[in-house]
């Protein structure tokens, strides 16, 4: 007898080991809030790439707009941002998040952490490691988390077989790396990442995906240019 309540425990723990947790499970203060608009808070960036706080700015109105989201122009809120001593968004972060509600009518603010940046001409790679966090202005719980190391390819082929068509490729490749504009591989990181994101009022799967299976906090993969 004890060996079937054994083995019953054992089937038991297998299956829910097996089942994948779901949007709405993993994402329930976001349906719980439902948040409508968001303001993009100036990324936190980490790396030794100075420039990368600015250009990668610019790269998270298009993703979130896509996922059904209300999302106040960059340029807007960054002259604001500027004008209230808010451009450091390190300082709010884990902070009171009302003002931003108050004066903008934000639901939510979405803050991001740069952690890498690499370029590599040769390997044909643009790789970005990215946090994302939204928390709400009105109950400061997170809403959304997730974080990325995504590596867009931008290698070339197609220069012939044989080591000129070889050196042919690496040279292309060099090239189309080199050319591959910072704000398009930063898009394509952001998109990636926030696939997992639960649709906004203005996405076709709004309140509809919460049986959806989530996915993992932390994603590695390369995606093809």
């Given at each position: 007898?004890?060996?079937?309540?054994?083995?019953?425990?054992?089937?038991?723990?297998?299956?829910?080991?097996?089942?994948?947790?779901?949007?709405?499970?993993?994402?329930?203060n976001m349906y719980k809030e439902k948040p409508l608009t968001i303001a993009v808070m100036p990324p936190i960036n980490q790396t030794?790439?100075?420039?990368?706080?600015?250009?990668?700015?610019?790269?998270?109105?298009?993703?979130?707009?896509?996922?059904?989201?209300?999302?106040?122009?960059?340029?807007?809120?960054?002259?604001?941002?500027?004008?209230?001593?808010?451009?450091?968004?390190?300082?709010?972060?884990?902070?009171?998040?009302?003002?931003?509600?108050?004066?903008?009518?934000?639901?939510?603010?979405?803050?991001?952490?740069?952690?890498?940046?690499?370029?590599?001409?040769?390997?044909?790679?643009?790789?970005?490691?990215?946090?994302?966090?939204?928390?709400?202005?009105?109950?400061?719980?997170?809403?959304?988390?997730?974080?990325?190391?995504?590596?867009?390819?931008?290698s070339v082929s197609g220069g012939g077989g044989g080591l000129f068509g070889a050196?042919?490729?690496?040279?292309?490749?060099?090239?189309?790396?080199?050319?591959?504009?910072?704000?398009?591989?930063?898009?394509?990181?952001?998109?990636?990442?926030?696939?997992?994101?639960?649709?906004?009022?203005?996405?076709?799967?709004?309140?509809?995906?919460?049986?959806?299976?989530?996915?993992?906090?932390?994603?590695?993969?390369?995606?093809?240019?």
């Open positions: 007898m004890k060996k079937y309540i054994i083995l019953s425990l054992v089937t038991v723990l297998l299956s829910s080991c097996a089942q994948q947790i779901t949007r709405g499970e993993q994402y329930s030794n790439h100075v420039e990368a706080k600015d250009y990668f700015y610019t790269t998270l109105y298009a993703p979130l707009c896509e996922k059904g989201y209300y999302v106040y122009s960059p340029m807007m809120t960054m002259e604001m941002f500027q004008a209230e001593s808010a451009y450091d968004a390190e300082m709010f972060i884990d902070s009171d998040l009302s003002q931003f509600r108050n004066v903008l009518g934000a639901d939510a603010a979405m803050f991001t952490i740069i952690k890498s940046w690499k370029r590599n001409n040769v390997g044909g790679k643009i790789t970005a490691g990215v946090e994302y966090i939204l928390r709400s202005t009105k109950t400061g719980e997170t809403l959304y988390k997730r974080e990325g190391l995504i590596s867009v390819d931008t050196l042919v490729n690496l040279a292309a490749t060099a090239i189309a790396t080199a050319a591959t504009d910072k704000v398009v591989a930063g898009r394509i990181c952001t998109a990636f990442v926030l696939s997992d994101m639960p649709e906004g009022k203005y996405g076709t799967l709004y309140d509809k995906d919460q049986k959806t299976p989530a996915g993992k906090s932390y994603i590695k993969a390369t995606v093809k240019k």
